[in-house]
């Protein structure tokens, strides 16, 4: 399938809603942008399906307190700041296109997400880790609320109706440090390196933000594919 590869995993049974396997990180712009442009590509097509978040760190090894994220990119990838407000142009641009918007500014850091995958894997506990995960989407790049302080954290969490006391806890305690660090030991395994990544019905995976038609076509191939 174009854009697409087969994963060494196991073949699913057909069967409707379509199961759609999101590995990413709240700091990727790229997965804000490819989410929406796959959520409008399902909107479109009217397809059934069921979403499941998964988590990756774009900087393992970031410090707790962040760092200005000009200078994390000008670092890990040698660009220059013409480079750096050429692509915030872009990401900005293509956020436009899917109704999101990016406040890119001298300030905005890059953060340690550690915790904030804890909290997401206890608030899908609750069935809730879709609408927590918008909503730090929109905390990080729209807001520019600090991610990296536990306080905005269970903030965020109480904000779409979870109980701050018991996300406080949550992230004080690590109780979910374990499952997290195994989950994402899982997708290396299965070749992730990058995101975005998305993994349809468990056996096609497509990477990055390929754009609304082009899921579009994806999720055609998907449906007229034999049962």
């Known amino acids: 399938m174009e854009h697409s590869k087969q994963l060494p995993s196991e073949q699913l049974p057909s069967k409707q809603p379509l199961r759609i396997d999101i590995v990413s990180d709240v700091v990727c712009p790229w997965c804000v942008i490819g989410y929406r442009q796959l959520a409008e590509a399902l909107k479109q097509t009217n397809t059934e399906h069921e979403i499941h978040w998964h988590p990756f760190e774009l900087n393992p090894n970031m410090p707790s307190e962040g760092q200005n994220m000009r200078e994390h990119i000008m670092e890990k990838y040698g660009s220059s700041k013409q480079e750096s407000d050429a692509s915030r142009a872009r990401l900005m641009e293509a956020g436009n ?5 990016f406040n890119f500014n001298d300030d905005t850091r890059m953060h340690n997400t550690f915790n904030l995958h804890q909290l997401l ?3 899908d ?18 807001n520019g609320r600090n991610i990296s302080d536990n306080a905005v954290l269970a903030d965020i969490a109480a904000e779409i109706g979870l109980d701050r006391d018991e996300a406080l806890a949550v992230l004080a ?25 998305v993994i349809f019905n468990k056996r096609h995976l497509v990477s990055g933000a390929q754009g609304v038609e082009n899921f579009k076509n994806i999720l055609q191939q998907l449906a007229d594919m034999p049962d």
Not at 125 to 142: D, I, S
């Open 97 to 101: 296109e899917v109704g999101f918007t």
């Open 173 to 197: 305690d690590q109780r979910f440090a374990k499952e997290v660090r195994a989950e994402e030991q899982h997708w290396q395994q299965q070749g992730i390196q990058s995101v975005p990544a």
């Open 121 to 123: 894997h206890w608030a």
């Open 125 to 142: 506990q609750q069935g809730r880790m879709h609408e927590l995960k918008q909503a730090l989407f929109v905390a990080h790049f729209t």
